[in-house]
């Protein structure tokens, strides 16, 4: 049984704590269901104000919900829509320190003020996003963005699509 353990210190120290986790975690493991799942619960577990994680997965050219930690959400999401559909559409991470002044937001659980949300790319295809919800404004920075791309990095290594 994995059992997580939990970090204090800087930002760096949590996230390199993490990563080497989500390895340990991942290890031998290639079905997509049960590494997201894994990875939304132990991202949910080890980092701290986060009111939503999980991931969505592309499915006949729209994101639709996968394994995730928080309060339900929406389950189908258009590409270049809200803050998951645009960073398919941008092939990139984006960082939102306020959702409400994001045009377009999709507003899933009222609560959530910031969000991060990265990619999956994978051998030059989207499969899908991670996607991290805050309760606080200005939860995520550029430290979050480069650590969280390690961690997707680590799961599309571990994971078959």
Same mark, same amino acid.
């Given at each position: 049984?994995?059992? !997580?353990? @939990?970090?204090? /210190? ?6 390199? =704590?993490?990563? +080497? ?9 290639? #079905? ?8 939304? !619960? ?19 050219? =729209? ?9 339900? $959400? %929406?389950? @189908?999401?258009?590409?270049?829509? /809200?803050? %998951?559909?645009? $960073?398919?559409? @941008?092939? !990139?991470?984006?960082?939102?320190? *306020?959702?409400? $002044? ?5 507003? %899933? ?13 994978? =051998? ?6 991670? *996607? ?6 200005? @939860?995520? #920075? *550029?430290?979050? +963005? !480069?650590? %969280? ?13």
């Amino acid at each position: 049984m994995f059992a !997580a353990k @939990r970090v204090t /210190g800087s930002k760096a120290e949590i996230y390199d =704590e993490l990563a +080497r986790q989500l390895r340990g975690l991942l290890e031998g493991e290639r #079905d997509l269901i049960a590494n997201a799942a894994n990875t939304a !619960a132990l991202i949910w577990e080890l980092l701290p104000d986060l009111n939503w994680a999980g991931f969505y997965f592309m499915k006949g050219g =729209e994101l639709v919900l996968g394994p995730f930690q928080g309060k339900p $959400a %929406c389950v @189908r999401i258009a590409v270049g829509r /809200g803050v %998951c559909g645009t $960073a398919v559409q @941008r092939r !990139a991470s984006v960082v939102v320190p *306020d959702v409400h $002044a994001f045009p377009g937001h999709i507003p %899933c659980d009222s609560a959530s003020n910031s969000e991060l949300v990265v990619p999956l790319i994978k =051998e030059g295809v989207v499969h899908g996003v991670l *996607d991290l919800d805050s309760p606080k404004l200005g @939860r995520f #920075d *550029d430290e979050d +963005r !480069a650590a %969280c791309e390690r961690l997707v990095s680590h799961f599309l290594n571990a994971t078959d699509f």
